[in-house]
Every structure is written in C-alpha cells, then in structure tokens.
C-alpha cells in the first residue's frame, strides 16, 4: 500500500460517485465536488463584477481620496469569491480499479495539493456496506453537539484491519456498486444487517 487510508475519510454525509467508464479490465469511478456552491460563488462573482471594474477604475483614476475609496471592499469580495469557486471547481476524487495491474487506485484532488493512494489485490479481505456514524454538523439554537447519525457507506476492508471509504450514499446504490467493485477486485461482498 502506498499512501494513508485516513486521507481519504469524508466530512460531509454524501459523495456520490459516478462511473466514468467502464470495461471488463477497468472501472474508473468519479467524483468532482460540490458543484452547486462552486457555480453560486462564480455567479456571484460575475455578478459583482459589472459593480467591481468601475470601482477598480475609479480607484486607480482618483486613488482612495476620491468618492469610490469606501467601495475598495466590492473587488476584493470579488476575487475571494472567485478563489472559492476556483477552489470548489478543483476538487476531484477518481478511483480506478485495474483488473489487469490487479491494483486499486484512489486519487483524491484539489488546486493546492494531489493525494494518492495504491492498494494491491492482494492487501484487500473484502467490502463492506455497512452505517458510518456522521456528525450532523453544527450546535444551534441550544441543540446537543457533536450528535450523529447513520449512513449507508462502502468500504474496502484490508487484511491489516484498515478500512476505506470508497463511498457513501443510499443503501440500494451502493450495494450495486459494492457488488461491480467485488466482481473486479474478486473479493465477497459483506453487508450488516442493520
């Protein structure tokens, strides 16, 4: 194995990953993020910028002792906002499961850094579809912290007692998807009853 199972933990409740493609000797499996808040943050920013190039202009003509410097804030909220959605758009998670290499591959994007992941055959006991206990996020309103709840994942279980998360969604799903995976990697396929 190269590279650290933890890496590849998610925060979040869902990831979803799609099959990209798909043949007897390969299954590339991917995952690019949360679009919705990259495409609200670019709007956003598009938006915000028929407001921000006068601004910058007026800046740049009169210097900040003219009726614009009070508005400095309008472009630079501007460029935050398209480094956010930069940033969102980025983030990437591909697995590739080579029936030929006999090796497991999880890769795992973002604009700041490139996270890796081999696993041959061989290190690999079997998958499980089983409950991962996720936190539901934030205290509010008097609410109890760190609560969790359960949700339907799959992961590869190594023979050195490691797990990965290789996705987590609804039960249907992934059982779907636990059983190509096994079918490729030639491992059974556990599932827990609750």
Do not use: H
Not at 16 to 41: E, H, I, M, S, Y
Not at 64 to 81: D, K, Q
Not at 83 to 91: D, E, N, V, W, Y
Not at 153 to 164: M, V, Y
Request: net charge positive.
């Amino acid at each position: 194995m190269q590279g650290k199972p933890s890496d590849f933990e998610a925060i979040g409740s869902r990831l979803g990953l799609r099959v990209a493609a798909a043949n007897p000797g390969r299954l590339v499996l991917v995952w690019q993020g949360a679009r919705f808040p990259a495409f609200l943050c670019l709007g956003i920013a598009l938006a915000l910028g028929f407001i921000s190039v006068p601004i910058v202009e007026a800046l740049r003509q009169r210097g900040f002792a003219g009726p614009a410097a009070s508005l400095w804030y309008f472009p630079v909220m501007n460029l935050i906002l398209l480094g956010i959605a930069a940033f969102l758009l980025s983030i990437k998670r591909t697995i590739v499961v080579d029936k030929a290499a006999r090796i497991v591959t999880l890769t795992k994007r973002s604009l700041f850094r490139r996270i890796r992941l081999q696993i041959t055959y061989d290190e690999i006991a079997s998958l499980r579809v089983a409950a991962d206990e996720v936190y539901s996020g934030f205290a509010l309103a008097g609410s109890s912290a760190a609560e969790t709840y359960p949700v339907p994942s799959l992961r590869l279980i190594l023979k050195n007692g490691a797990t990965i998360l290789i996705d987590r969604g609804s039960k249907k799903r992934l059982e779907g998807l636990a059983e190509r995976v096994g079918g490729m990697v030639e491992k059974r396929v556990e599932a827990d009853a609750a």
